[in-house]
């Protein structure tokens, strides 16, 4: 499904939020907790993933100590922005209009995303193919944007809570309930296409609201 590029790290690596001005305080990590492997909750009720390794290893750089809150996708930015959490990390990808509500750290890895759709199933990208088709997608995600953007009126678009939620929810509409059931892919959609459109690639960073607490950081701060 994803075809993971070289991961970028010189923003963790670099990033050093005030150490001393933060030493004391308690940081808090804001991640949805629904995107394995990059963060989702595991059997002990943990938050745990690749982003916050990266989010972890930072707050160990600057000798503070961090706890991690969860949110809901679609709320994440406006969650942040109400000091619910003081940053993102959740494998978020930097845009235009999030640049206007948050600041963003140099992306920390790059991936590209692409439709997915049961092995049975001969899936192609042209227009005349998809017209008519199901497609879901996470809310609130440059890959919902996308599919409204370039293909409303051309296919039936889902929107789910949780990419998880996109993969997972069975079974379909009864237009659709002839569809063999998926290996990888369910939610009632024929595709699924993830948090990018598939072909562009995707910058993950982590984030602050905005202007952002960390001033003193030695890179430009932070998104997520």
């Known amino acids: ?96 209009e999030r640049k206007n509500a948050v600041d963003f750290t140099d992306h920390y890895y790059t991936n590209k995303l692409q439709f997915v759709a049961p092995k049975s199933t001969d899936f192609k990208t042209d227009k005349d193919y998809l017209d008519g088709k199901v497609i879901g997608a996470q809310r609130a995600t440059i890959a919902g944007t996308w599919l409204e953007d370039n293909l409303d009126g051309v296919v039936d678009i889902k929107l789910y809570d949780t990419q998880e939620n996109a993969y997972w929810t069975w079974p379909p509409a009864a237009s659709t309930a002839s569809w063999p059931t998926p290996s990888c892919s369910g939610n009632g959609s024929r595709a699924m296409l993830a948090r990018a459109s598939s072909s562009r690639a995707s910058r993950y960073s982590m984030t602050t609201r905005s202007p952002s607490p960390c001033a003193r950081a030695t890179t430009s701060c932070v998104r997520s």
């Open 1 to 96: 499904m994803k075809s993971y590029k070289k991961i970028l790290l010189t923003a963790a690596a670099s990033l050093i939020i005030g150490t001393q001005a933060f030493a004391a305080e308690k940081l808090r990590i804001g991640t949805e907790g629904a995107y394995p492997p990059f963060n989702l909750i595991d059997a002990s009720g943990k938050v745990v993933g690749f982003d916050l390794d990266i989010a972890h290893a930072l707050c160990a750089k600057m000798q503070t100590e961090c706890e991690v809150v969860t949110s809901d996708w679609d709320g994440i930015i406006p969650a942040l922005n109400a000091g619910k959490f003081d940053f993102l990390a959740a494998s978020m990808s930097v845009t235009e």
